[in-house]
C-alpha cells in the first residue's frame, strides 16, 4: 500500500468510524479521485473549525459586552427587570432589528447605514423584478406564439393524416400497380435476352437489321426503275427486221444486260426472304 493509498484509508476510516468502510474498487484513477476528495474535505473542515472559533470569540465578546452594558445599566438603575414594559419591547424591538441587519452595534448611526443599504437593496430588488416582469411577458408573447404554431402544426398533421386515410386505396392500387409492371418489365427483359439468344443461334447479325433491309429494298426499288427502259429498248429492237445484223446485235445486248439486271433483283429479292 502507498502513501497516497494509506492516506485515502484512513481518511475513509475516520470518516466512516464504527461503521467500517465501504467497499470500493483499488487502482490508481480511484485512488487518486479519494486523495482529492480527502485533501478537500480536511481542507474544508480547517476553514469551518476557523469560522466556528470566530463564532465563539465573538460570542464571548459579546456575552462580555452585555454584562458590561448590564453592569453599567444596573448602576444606573436602568436593568431591563426595573424596565417598563413599553420600554422593555422598543429595546427588544431594536435588538431584533440589530440582529436582522446584521449591526456591529444598536448605534443610530449603525441603523442608518443598514436603513440605506436595505433601501438601496429594494430598489435593486424592484430593478430586478421590473427586468424579470418584462422578461416574463416577453416568454408568455413567445409562448402564446408557440402555442398557436402547435395548433396549426396539429391542424396540418390532422388534415394530412386524412388525406392519407383517403389517398390510401388508391395508393394500395398504385402499389399493386407497380408490382404487376416491374413483373411484366422483368418478364420482358427475360423474353428479350431468351429472343437476342436465338437471334445469335441463328447466326443473326447487323445486316439483317431493319435499316439493312431497307437499304436493300431501295436498291430493288432502283434496279427495277432501271429495268422499265430497258425493257422498252428490248422492245423497240424486237420490232426491227429479222435479216438486220446490227439489230440482232443490239437486241442481243440489251437480252444480256436485262438478263445481268434480272439476276441481281432475283439475288436481292432472295437475300430479303433469308434474311427475315
Known amino acids: 500500500m502507498d502513501y497516497q493509498h494509506q492516506q485515502v484509508r484512513e481518511w475513509l476510516e475516520k470518516l466512516y468510524g464504527k461503521e467500517g468502510v465501504p467497499e470500493y474498487e483499488i487502482n490508481s484513477r480511484t485512488i487518486s ?17 476557523l469560522v466556528i472559533e470566530d463564532m465563539e470569540q465573538k460570542t464571548a465578546e459579546y456575552a462580555e459586552e452585555a454584562l458590561r ?30 440582529s436582522l441587519l446584521n449591526l456591529k452595534d444598536c448605534s443610530d448611526t449603525s441603523y442608518c447605514l443598514a436603513l440605506t443599504e436595505l433601501s438601496q437593496e429594494m430598489a435593486d430588488c424592484s430593478v430586478r423584478m421590473q ?23 396539429s391542424r396540418v398533421l390532422s388534415e394530412l393524416a386524412g388525406k392519407e386515410a383517403a389517398s390510401a386505396p388508391e395508393l394500395v392500387k398504385r402499389t399493386k400497380e407497380t408490382q404487376f409492371l416491374e413483373q411484366k418489365s422483368e418478364q420482358y427483359s427475360r423474353t428479350i435476352e431468351s429472343l437476342q439468344g436465338e437471334l445469335e443461334m441463328n447466326g443473326y447479325n447487323n445486316d439483317a437489321s431493319h435499316r439493312a433491309l431497307q437499304l436493300l429494298a431501295k436498291e430493288i426499288e432502283d434496279l427495277q426503275q432501271e429495268i422499265i427502259p430497258l425493257k422498252d429498248q428490248v422492245a423497240h429492237y424486237q420490232q426491227l427486221p429479222p435479216d438486220s445484223a446490227l439489230a440482232r446485235l443490239k437486241v442481243k445486248e440489251a437480252q444480256q444486260q436485262l438478263a445481268k439486271l434480272e439476276v441481281e433483283l432475283n439475288k436481292s429479292i432472295d437475300l430479303i426472304h433469308v434474311e427475315k
Open 69 to 98: 452594558l448590564q453592569s453599567i445599566l444596573d448602576g444606573l438603575g436602568c436593568g431591563l427587570e426595573r424596565m417598563a414594559p413599553e420600554v422593555r419591547g422598543y429595546v427588544e424591538s431594536l435588538s431584533s432589528i440589530a
Open 33 to 49: 479521485y479519494l486523495h482529492t476528495l480527502a485533501k478537500q474535505h480536511d481542507a474544508n473542515e480547517k476553514r469551518a473549525q
Open 131 to 153: 427586468r424579470v416582469t418584462a422578461e416574463v411577458e416577453k416568454e408568455q408573447e413567445g409562448l402564446g406564439t408557440a402555442l398557436l404554431k402547435d395548433a396549426n402544426h
